[in-house]
């Protein structure tokens, strides 16, 4: 899938990776190309104005944190704001996700 | 949504969003790479690849960032508050460069705001490029005119459709406290018809009263003396207040009240010369035509009043030429000097962006590397360019008012309008854009230079730059050795003997009006002399025309009998009471004092020049009429602060002549504070039109004669000061960014066993063969060109001077580049 497609559904994929618990930046990148089998990759490019963006609409918080590997990291939580813009992104993503299915299924 | 946190941000109370998100773009980076690593790549390929895949994430963000004016600000916001913090960092990069734009604007700013006074800025008279200056010239040198000529031209020359002036007039306005000292303009003609000039408020004069009429007009200055309506009394006379007119009109010159002159004067004698006429030129009439036509009407005037015009001739003169003409030349060699210093500021800032680039090239490197895009970068250098321009318009300010305002007292006398120079706002926006483009342009120099990410200058750069720093000390070596050739001379002027001694003494100044009759004059002078020497504590007065240092009052041709040549022009005609001499502690070198009409004492200059050194018993006269008998010779006393020696002056009898301005001198031992009020009272008893113009000690008019050559001084000192910080921040700028250039050379010298005193020497010969050239080419041009104005020593203290600055301008970078430790020397690149 072309970053194109991708880039609607950006904040999607970041507050459902984020579900899943704390991530830094770079861990939320390539847990998501690792769950959509290298499907889906996020650029960094793209990545981190929406985390920025996602933390400014207050669905996100973010604190500086240590890796495994002892290093310093900026670590991103889903906040309760966030679990509702969730749940908002997830109905209207099944909702056209259906729509679609429905256009294709036609004949 | 957002909009509070991002002003929050912008204003730094919110965490430093550039600096997180270099942070974390930093980590992913590492992350990258590392995991590239894993999968087999060289470190080095990895850490490329990392980069590449990264892709321009600061770019990206300021795209996103600029989408709505909220985001632009908080950017600009963002982008000033770094600017500052990397400003702060370089204290003498923003010292320096902030004093170098503000010299350079506000000096500017200053010198064409007088240019444009005198050259573009119309006068502010209605269509003032049709008005002439009617000026008469007799063989071939100016001459005044009077009212009863200039109707003359009025009438007779048909391309003027009027002819008008005014003369200016200090006399006194009859309050119920007392007289108070009053400048006043008497109109001759309709001066307003003439210019266009309207009221304020009320009306201006009209045609029928413009002969004498008792009416009167105050102009903004003189607005608070009266009211319209209300009846003044001015100098005996009683007029009608009948409007308002504007400071400007009467370009300048400082005005309060304006009535039209007195009828009788205008019917005065044609001899008289105290008048310069201005006409307005008939549409469609050249300013050549114009003059033929006068001409012939003054060849006319000559065969028709052939006592009184005799070799009469005029010229036409454009108004705002003739009255700006003294300051002309002035005007463009100063902003010739101002264009010329903006040139080299701007040079210098130049030098000292370089040497900061290179300072900082370490920083931006690491900014590059982190994917920051050039339009990134250069944004910063853009908000450090604003920065300091706005810091430096702010100071410029500063400078470029005290520039005006040193002018004013320098060059005022001679041309009042110079009190009309305001710092044009216009102009000075203009300047603070070039400075702003020349500051981005260097910003851009630099930013493009650091987005190439070890662009450092080469050998071939150095030269280019080295040039230009020992043209700029040329440059600053003749401008220190003039400077220091004026300092010279105005302390050798005023070290210079004065020819008297006036301690303990106050001088009094009395003004009568022009037109107060010679006995009522007479009368005043000897009740002056005795009431206030009845006063207490005042054991003498004394009488003088004026006081020594501030000028002469009348002067002509003078004769010895014996001689048929005229002995020599513009000898200075002063009068004194006897006992003046001694009150100021002039000596009596032979003879006695005056005590007739017909008997003068002369200074020792005059003797000399004129009566071969003896003038006791010899005859003088001004005309060849009236002989005067020399009883006595005096020392001389300087006539101006600026002149250093003595003019040759002959001292008659007070009263022996008419002049109405009065100074008297008292020896007491009264502070003159308590005296003032005491004076003023008595001579509100003696007459009803003299005004007493202040009480001082006479050490004090001194002060206040030295005024302008003070100034003019200070200037002169200024400009001094200003080339040597010009060429010490030059020399810092180049010496800086060459060690830098050299820090591994250095590295490698501290290295192999050189001490750091070796290395600050090196770098000092390259200074010193900079410093010796530009002395080198100084001297030539300062011997060849201007070798008949700036004397030797002058011009050798000129060139001591830069070289000393030159060399400690570079000691310190040398100094600093020397204490490298070698191994962060060799580190550097």
Same mark, same amino acid.
């Given at each position: 899938?072309?970053?194109?497609?991708?880039?609607?559904?950006?904040?999607?994929?970041?507050?459902?990776?984020?579900?899943?618990?704390?991530?830094?930046?770079?861990?939320?990148? !390539? =847990?998501?190309?690792? &769950? /959509?089998?290298?499907?889906?990759?996020?650029? #960094?490019?793209? +990545?981190?104005?929406?985390?920025?963006?996602?933390?400014?609409?207050?669905?996100?918080?973010?604190?500086?944190?240590?890796?495994?590997?002892?290093?310093? !990291? =900026?670590?991103?939580? &889903? /906040?309760?704001?966030?679990?509702?813009?969730? #749940?908002?992104? +997830?109905?209207?993503?099944?909702?056209?996700?259906?729509?679609?299915?429905?256009?294709?299924?036609?004949? | 949504?957002?909009?509070?946190?991002?002003?929050?941000?912008?204003?730094?109370?919110?965490?430093?969003?550039?600096?997180?998100?270099?942070?974390?773009?930093?980590?992913?980076?590492?992350?990258?790479?590392?995991?590239?690593?894993?999968?087999?790549?060289?470190?080095?390929?990895?850490?490329?690849?990392?980069?590449?895949?990264?892709?321009?994430?600061?770019?990206?963000?300021?795209?996103?960032?600029?989408?709505?004016?909220?985001?632009?600000?908080?950017?600009?916001?963002?982008?000033?508050?770094?600017?500052?913090?990397?400003?702060?960092?370089?204290?003498?990069?923003?010292?320096?460069?902030?004093?170098?734009?503000?010299?350079?604007?506000?000096?500017?700013?200053?010198?064409?705001?007088?240019?444009?006074?005198?050259?573009?800025?119309?006068?502010?008279?209605?269509?003032?490029?049709?008005?002439?200056?009617?000026?008469?010239?007799?063989?071939?040198?100016?001459?005044?005119?009077?009212?009863?000529?200039?109707?003359?031209?009025?009438?007779?020359?048909?391309?003027?459709?009027?002819?008008?002036?005014?003369?200016?007039?200090?006399?006194?306005?009859?309050?119920?406290?007392?007289?108070?000292?009053?400048?006043?303009?008497?109109?001759?003609?309709?001066?307003?018809?003439?210019?266009?000039?309207?009221?304020?408020?009320?009306?201006?004069?009209?045609?029928?009263?413009?002969?004498?009429?008792?009416?009167?007009?105050?102009?903004?200055?003189?607005?608070?003396?009266?009211?319209?309506?209300?009846?003044?009394?001015?100098?005996?006379?009683?007029?009608?207040?009948?409007?308002?007119?504007?400071?400007?009109?009467?370009?300048?010159?400082?005005?309060?009240?304006?009535?039209?002159?007195?009828?009788?004067?205008?019917?005065?004698?044609?001899?008289?010369?105290?008048?310069?006429?201005?006409?307005?030129?008939?549409?469609?009439?050249?300013?050549?035509?114009?003059?033929?036509?006068?001409?012939?009407?003054?060849?006319?005037?000559?065969?028709?009043?052939?006592?009184?015009?005799?070799?009469?001739?005029?010229?036409?003169?454009?108004?705002?030429?003739?009255?700006?003409?003294?300051?002309?030349?002035?005007?463009?060699?100063?902003?010739?000097?101002?264009?010329?210093?903006?040139?080299?500021?701007?040079?210098?800032?130049?030098?000292?962006?370089?040497?900061?680039?290179?300072?900082?090239?370490?920083?931006?490197?690491?900014?590059?590397?982190?994917?920051?895009?050039?339009?990134?970068?250069?944004?910063?250098?853009?908000?450090?360019?604003?920065?300091?321009?706005?810091?430096?318009?702010?100071?410029?300010?500063?400078?470029?008012?005290?520039?005006?305002?040193?002018?004013?007292?320098?060059?005022?006398?001679?041309?009042?309008?110079?009190?009309?120079?305001?710092?044009?706002?216009?102009?000075?926006?203009?300047?603070?854009?070039?400075?702003?483009?020349?500051?981005?342009?260097?910003?851009?120099?630099?930013?493009?230079?650091?987005?190439?990410?070890?662009?450092?200058?080469?050998?071939?750069?150095?030269?280019?730059?080295?040039?230009?720093?020992?043209?700029?000390?040329?440059?600053?070596?003749?401008?220190?050795?003039?400077?220091?050739?004026?300092?010279?001379?105005?302390?050798?002027?005023?070290?210079?003997?004065?020819?008297?001694?006036?301690?303990?003494?106050?001088?009094?100044?009395?003004?009568?009006?022009?037109?107060?009759?010679?006995?009522?004059?007479?009368?005043?002078?000897?009740?002056?002399?005795?009431?206030?020497?009845?006063?207490?504590?005042?054991?003498?007065?004394?009488?003088?025309?004026?006081?020594?240092?501030?000028?002469?009052?009348?002067?002509?041709?003078?004769?010895?009998?014996?001689?048929?040549?005229?002995?020599?022009?513009?000898?200075?005609?002063?009068?004194?009471?006897?006992?003046?001499?001694?009150?100021?502690?002039?000596?009596?070198?032979?003879?006695?004092?005056?005590?007739?009409?017909?008997?003068?004492?002369?200074?020792?200059?005059?003797?000399?020049?004129?009566?071969?050194?003896?003038?006791?018993?010899?005859?003088?006269?001004?005309?060849?009429?009236?002989?005067?008998?020399?009883?006595?010779?005096?020392?001389?006393?300087?006539?101006?602060?600026?002149?250093?020696?003595?003019?040759?002056?002959?001292?008659?009898?007070?009263?022996?002549?008419?002049?109405?301005?009065?100074?008297?001198?008292?020896?007491?031992?009264?502070?003159?504070?308590?005296?003032?009020?005491?004076?003023?009272?008595?001579?509100?008893?003696?007459?009803?039109?003299?005004?007493?113009?202040?009480?001082?000690?006479?050490?004090?008019?001194?002060?206040?004669?030295?005024?302008?050559?003070?100034?003019?001084?200070?200037?002169?000192?200024?400009?001094?000061?200003?080339?040597?910080?010009?060429?010490?921040?030059?020399?810092?700028?180049?010496?800086?960014?060459?060690?830098?250039?050299?820090?591994?050379?250095?590295?490698?010298?501290?290295?192999?066993?050189?001490?750091?005193?070796?290395?600050?020497?090196?770098?000092?010969?390259?200074?010193?063969?900079?410093?010796?050239?530009?002395?080198?080419?100084?001297?030539?041009?300062?011997?060849?060109?201007?070798?008949?104005?700036?004397?030797?020593?002058?011009?050798?203290?000129?060139?001591?001077?830069?070289?000393?600055?030159?060399?400690?301008?570079?000691?310190?970078?040398?100094?600093?580049?020397?204490?490298?430790?070698?191994?962060?020397?060799?580190?550097?690149?």
């Amino acid at each position: 899938m072309k970053n194109d497609a991708l880039s609607g559904n950006l904040n999607l994929l970041v507050l459902k990776t984020l579900a899943l618990g704390p991530m830094h930046g770079y861990g939320i990148a !390539a =847990r998501i190309q690792q &769950l /959509s089998s290298d499907a889906l990759r996020v650029e #960094e490019g793209s +990545l981190y104005p929406a985390l920025h963006r996602m933390e400014q609409e207050g669905w996100i918080q973010s604190d500086w944190g240590l890796t495994e590997t002892n290093r310093k !990291a =900026r670590f991103y939580t &889903l /906040s309760k704001q966030g679990k509702k813009q969730l #749940e908002l992104e +997830l109905d209207s993503w099944r909702r056209i996700a259906r729509g679609v299915e429905m256009v294709l299924a036609a004949r | 949504m957002g909009i509070w946190r991002r002003l929050k941000n912008s204003l730094g109370f919110g965490e430093g969003i550039r600096e997180r998100a270099e942070e974390e773009a930093r980590f992913h980076l590492d992350m990258k790479a590392e995991e590239l690593e894993r999968r087999g790549l060289s470190a080095e390929e990895a850490r490329r690849r990392a980069r590449l895949e990264y892709g321009n994430v600061l770019a990206l963000q300021e795209k996103a960032g600029d989408m709505d004016v909220v985001a632009w600000l908080d950017a600009l916001g963002r982008d000033l508050r770094v600017a500052w913090r990397r400003l702060r960092r370089s204290p003498m990069f923003l010292i320096g460069s902030v004093l170098l734009l503000a010299i350079g604007i506000g000096v500017n700013a200053a010198a064409f705001s007088v240019v444009n006074l005198i050259f573009f800025k119309a006068m502010p008279y209605e269509r003032s490029e049709r008005l002439v200056v009617v000026q008469e010239t007799r063989k071939g040198s100016n001459s005044n005119s009077n009212p009863r000529r200039q109707r003359d031209w009025g009438e007779r020359v048909k391309a003027f459709t009027a002819v008008g002036s005014y003369f200016g007039e200090s006399t006194v306005l009859r309050e119920s406290e007392g007289n108070r000292p009053v400048t006043t303009a008497r109109t001759v003609g309709d001066w307003f018809g003439l210019t266009g000039v309207k009221a304020l408020e009320g009306r201006v004069f009209l045609s029928e009263e413009v002969r004498g009429g008792p009416v009167a007009l105050l102009t903004e200055r003189g607005r608070g003396l009266a009211r319209v309506k209300d009846k003044i009394r001015v100098g005996g006379s009683v007029y009608e207040v009948v409007g308002v007119v504007s400071n400007d009109a009467f370009y300048g010159e400082e005005i309060d009240v304006v009535m039209p002159a007195p009828a009788g004067l205008l019917d005065g004698p044609r001899r008289a010369g105290f008048l310069v006429s201005v006409a307005r030129l008939r549409d469609g009439v050249t300013l050549e035509a114009a003059r033929a036509e006068a001409k012939s009407v003054a060849a006319a005037l000559v065969r028709e009043h052939p006592e009184t015009d005799r070799d009469l001739d005029v010229e036409l003169i454009p108004a705002q030429r003739a009255w700006s003409e003294a300051a002309r030349k002035p005007a463009w060699m100063l902003q010739a000097l101002a264009a010329l210093l903006l040139l080299i500021t701007l040079v210098n800032l130049g030098g000292l962006f370089l040497a900061r680039g290179m300072e900082r090239e370490r920083e931006s490197a690491i900014r590059v590397f982190l994917g920051a895009g050039r339009a990134h970068l250069l944004r910063v250098h853009f908000a450090e360019a604003a920065l300091l321009v706005g810091l430096a318009s702010g100071l410029s300010l500063l400078v470029g008012n005290w520039g005006l305002r040193a002018a004013d007292v320098v060059y005022g006398d001679e041309f009042p309008a110079l009190r009309l120079a305001v710092l044009d706002g216009r102009v000075y926006a203009a300047l603070a854009a070039v400075g702003l483009a020349a500051t981005m342009g260097f910003a851009l120099l630099m930013g493009w230079r650091n987005g190439q990410v070890s662009a450092m200058p080469g050998q071939a750069q150095f030269r280019a730059r080295a040039v230009l720093i020992v043209a700029q000390a040329a440059l600053g070596m003749l401008l220190l050795g003039a400077a220091v050739q004026m300092a010279a001379e105005f302390r050798k002027t005023q070290g210079a003997p004065l020819g008297f001694a006036a301690q303990g003494i106050v001088s009094a100044k009395v003004d009568l009006p022009w037109d107060v009759p010679m006995p009522e004059l007479l009368r005043a002078i000897e009740a002056g002399k005795r009431e206030m020497g009845a006063l207490p504590g005042i054991a003498a007065v004394e009488i003088t025309d004026r006081l020594p240092l501030e000028g002469g009052t009348q002067s002509g041709e003078v004769f010895v009998r014996g001689k048929d040549q005229k002995a020599g022009d513009n000898v200075g005609y002063r009068s004194v009471t006897p006992g003046y001499f001694g009150l100021m502690g002039i000596p009596l070198f032979e003879g006695e004092l005056p005590r007739r009409e017909n008997e003068v004492v002369v200074n020792r200059e005059f003797a000399v020049k004129f009566l071969d050194g003896k003038a006791v018993g010899k005859a003088v006269s001004p005309d060849q009429k009236r002989w005067l008998t020399v009883v006595g010779e005096v020392g001389g006393v300087r006539v101006a602060g600026n002149e250093e020696k003595p003019r040759a002056e002959m001292y008659t009898l007070m009263g022996s002549s008419y002049w109405p301005k009065l100074s008297f001198v008292l020896k007491t031992s009264e502070p003159p504070g308590q005296l003032a009020a005491a004076i003023r009272r008595t001579w509100a008893g003696i007459s009803d039109v003299a005004t007493v113009r202040g009480v001082a000690t006479v050490e004090e008019r001194m002060d206040l004669a030295l005024r302008q050559p003070r100034s003019q001084r200070d200037l002169v000192a200024a400009f001094a000061l200003v080339a040597l910080a010009l060429v010490v921040t030059g020399m810092y700028a180049i010496m800086a960014s060459d060690v830098l250039r050299r820090t591994r050379e250095m590295g490698i010298r501290l290295a192999v066993g050189a001490t750091p005193a070796s290395l600050v020497w090196l770098s000092l010969k390259r200074a010193l063969r900079m410093a010796l050239v530009a002395i080198a080419v100084g001297l030539v041009v300062g011997v060849y060109a201007a070798g008949t104005w700036i004397e030797t020593r002058p011009l050798l203290i000129g060139a001591g001077a830069t070289l000393l600055a030159m060399v400690l301008a570079a000691m310190v970078p040398a100094w600093r580049g020397s204490r490298v430790p070698p191994l962060l020397a060799l580190k550097h690149d």
